[in-house]
């Protein structure tokens, strides 16, 4: 199976050239505002992809996805939107969430500790692919400060998880792969530049 993902596209997803493939994934912050339009329009251009999957998530610059849950699904309709939730495509199980530590008083934001882990107790073990939009702890977290960012909590549970990919973005400055245990951590950010979406073969 072949997955494509991005992240972080905010409302410039129409200059991106998308490879093909079997799963298109949109890792959050498909907008800059998250406002009603915005994510019409966003929607529409997934449903023009050629790929027989699309699952997409928020990010924390979705407010309108955070403040209208019961509306999100129909809003993607033809797509797999994830809240905390899990879709098992062609018997491969996709696991999404939109959650990260609070960040600048945008959506999806929980309070580090008992408050976010709360969220990562929720993964179930054994999902092949791991979707969150924000980054566990060391792992594609770096900002321009020099600080790192990820969650400590989320990176405590992707050994129970035992993912094989794990994508994200949210930080832009840091997109890359590495390693942890079994799982392929990915931030799939396209933000920085001219970057490409990211191609991984399950």
């Known amino acids: 199976m072949r997955l494509v993902a991005v992240a972080d596209t905010h409302n410039e997803h129409g200059a991106l050239h998308i490879p093909d493939?079997?799963?298109?994934?949109?890792?959050?912050?498909?907008?800059?505002?998250?406002?009603?339009?915005?994510?019409?329009?966003?929607?529409?251009?997934?449903r023009s992809l050629p790929h027989r999957h699309k699952v997409v998530i928020?990010?924390?610059?979705?407010?309108?996805?955070?403040?209208q849950r019961s509306q999100a699904h129909a809003l993607f309709k033809g797509l797999t939107y994830l809240e905390d939730e899990e879709v098992t495509l062609e018997g491969v199980r996709f696991y999404g969430s939109p959650w990260q530590p609070w960040f600048h008083d945008w959506a999806f934001n929980l309070k580090r500790g008992p408050e976010i882990d709360a969220v990562?107790?929720?993964?179930?073990?054994?999902?092949?692919?791991?979707?969150?939009?924000?980054?566990?702890?060391?792992?594609?977290?770096?900002?321009?400060?020099?600080?790192?960012v990820g969650c400590e909590d989320l990176l405590r549970h992707l050994p129970r998880v035992g993912a094989k990919v794990h994508f994200f973005g949210h930080i832009h400055e840091d997109r890359g792969e590495w390693k942890h245990g079994v799982t392929r951590i990915v931030n799939c950010t396209t933000s920085e530049g001219d970057l490409p979406a990211t191609v991984i073969d399950l």
């Open 21 to 46: 493939g079997d799963v298109f994934i949109h890792a959050g912050d498909l907008t800059n505002r998250g406002t009603l339009s915005e994510l019409e329009q966003v929607a529409e251009w997934m």
């Open 58 to 67: 928020a990010g924390n610059h979705d407010f309108w996805l955070q403040e």
């Open 120 to 148: 990562w107790k929720k993964i179930p073990s054994g999902v092949d692919v791991l979707i969150t939009h924000g980054p566990p702890m060391g792992y594609g977290d770096l900002v321009h400060r020099g600080e790192r």
